[in-house]
């Protein structure tokens, strides 16, 4: 299981450091993912590894890859 990680700013403009497993990502966004496929006539397109890349294109994420920074979210 991947974790992804992107910053966004925060209230007061600091950076907010969040991460995600792929379970945490498909869970929040797999259903309104699924169903924008759909509606565009992607149904082929659909997989759960597909899903993961767009939202990490969509988040500008990138895969945690140093196993110091996977905790938290």
Do not use: F
């Amino acid at each position: 299981m991947a974790v992804w990680m992107y910053v966004e700013p925060g209230e007061h403009g600091q950076p907010v450091v969040r991460r995600y497993t792929d379970a945490q990502i498909l869970a929040e966004y797999w259903v309104y993912w699924c169903e924008g496929m759909r509606r565009v006539g992607k149904e082929a397109q659909i997989t759960e590894a597909a899903c993961i890349e767009d939202w990490a294109t969509v988040n500008w994420a990138q895969q945690v890859r140093s196993p110091y920074l996977t905790s938290g979210n």
